[in-house]
């Protein structure tokens, strides 16, 4: 079966998960939650990464592997029994390792706003880095696949949650697939395709039943986030600019 195989590279604190399970919703899909997630905190942290560097490090790293090379060959390009394969992916796990697989498989960034998205991260991981974001990793991925004849799709998450419907319309006809009303909607709880991480991440996904509505950040946004801010407005400004729905 000659598989038609997709990559989301997101940033953290996105709605990549909901992307995920709106995906596990086709008939014709298979889906895979981050699995390099194993191979970026192996090579980041080490052997010993602790909880403390990254919220269940421990059980990420013994549940599955950390070898880049061998994840790419067996599960990204690996046997997959269905026509499609979605895979969650985080665009800051693509350290140390050969991108060539990129010209494998059909490729789709993932964007949010980093004023919404940088509070968010830090309450889990402290105060983030521009590596942690994924943001220049993001483009330098869409500065790469140009390069090579690839048309990344790019998506804004407020964007897609102000239009569901549109945006993922459009998002399957650009990667070759028929929507299915399906997408929309989901039952609350997990999907058997969850990473062990998911009780550290995914609470808000677990109780949802679809693409929740967008709403704005109330709080006041972080003094202490502002230099990291700015570097990453850079980015998803020139990364917005081309999301679907725009």
Partial sequence: MDTKRICLWSGPRN???A???AFAQRSDTEVIDEPLYAHYLHT???AQALDSTHPGAVEVMASMSTDGAHVIE?????PCEKPVLFMKQMAHHLVNIDRGFLQQTRNVLLI?????MLPSLAKIIGTPTLADTGFKTQHDLLTD???VGQSPSILDARLLLENPSSVLSQLCERIGLQFETSMLSWEVGGNPADGVWAPYWYQNV???TGFAPYRPKAEPFPAE????????????NALRKDAIGN
């Fill in 225 to 236: 986030l502002e230099n990291v801010f700015a570097v990453c407005s850079e980015y998803y």
């Fill in 112 to 116: 949010r706003d980093p004023r919404e």
């Fill in 19 to 21: 992307l995920m399970y």
């Fill in 15 to 17: 709605v990549s998960t």
């Fill in 74 to 78: 067996e599960v990204i390009l690996g």
């Fill in 44 to 46: 980041k942290y080490g």
């Fill in 145 to 147: 696949l140009r390069a």
């Fill in 206 to 208: 677990h109780r949802s």
